[in-house]
């Protein structure tokens, strides 16, 4: 299996903390969320990795080195994830799990996804309140339906939490539909957009996560939350569970 990570983006939403720095760096605990994420992949025997990187990425790079491989987005600024998964697409035709970068998330939520038996299944986050910001999906019989942030509140079942996986016949479908919206010029949809595409021809499923933790970090309020709350929960629940924790640094 490999992993894409989505990671070009400025972050403009956080710019007092964002500046000169991606917000995949921003440390929660002792490491960046980059650093948690790359570590998670590897605890599941995923160690190859690419990275689409864009603002500042050679602050990514430094941190990263150089046992993953890096794809660069030069039209981060005008651009989102799809166009960036896009540019991966000769590294992904074989299948992969793709994760944004800016996700914090309880290990096993990626050990649901791997272990899961359907071959083309994104990460389903049931929640109670949903707004104006969050990618929400409907789902029937564990199908997706419609994933859009403009879905109605009470038409969704719950988020997607922003971890993907692709078999190589759903990489190929993904990319060919792909292809067709670049070639509209269409590229500043978010990456669920062509998800949804496809999805109505070709089945995509959704993995429920249960009550595991996780947070997607958009604004600085995100970013306080999985601070204080959301690492806390998953170290408890980690130990809890009688999971090894999964924080070992990049060397």
């Known amino acids: 299996m490999k992993a894409i990570i989505l990671a070009a983006g400025a972050s403009k939403r956080m ?10 760096l921003l440390k929660i605990g002792d490491q960046s969320l980059i650093e ?23 602050k990514i790079k430094k941190t990263c080195g150089n046992q993953i491989r890096y794809v660069s987005n030069h039209r981060f600024a005008e651009t989102n994830s799809m166009y960036s998964l896009w540019l991966a697409k000769e590294e992904a035709r074989e299948g992969f799990v793709v994760l944004n970068a800016d996700v914090l998330f309880h290990p096993l939520i990626l050990g649901k996804l791997l272990a899961s038996p359907y071959p083309d299944a994104l990460t389903l986050s049931r929640q109670d309140e949903l707004g104006e910001e969050e990618m929400k999906i409907e789902v029937q019989s564990a199908r997706v339906v419609a994933i859009s942030k403009e ?43 062509a998800f949804q595409q496809i999805a109505s021809y070709h089945p995509l499923y959704a993995v429920d996560i249960g009550d595991l933790p996780w947070i997607e970090i958009d ?20 130990g809890n569970e009688g999971n090894p924790l999964v924080t070992h640094k990049i060397t």
């Open 15 to 24: 710019i007092s903390l964002t500046t000169t720095l991606p917000k995949c």
């Open 36 to 58: 948690h994420q790359i570590a998670t992949l590897h605890h599941y025997g995923i160690h190859d990795i690419v990275m689409v990187t864009g603002f500042c990425e050679d």
């Open 151 to 193: 879905l109605s509140p009470h038409q969704a079942d719950g988020e997607n939490v922003g971890i993907i996986k692709f078999s190589p016949q759903g990489a190929h479908l993904l990319f060919e539909k792909i292809d067709e919206l670049i070639a509209q010029g269409i590229v500043t949809k978010w990456a669920p957009f």
């Open 219 to 238: 604004f600085i309020e995100d970013y306080e939350r999985a601070q204080n709350e959301v690492y806390p929960r998953i170290i408890r629940y980690q």
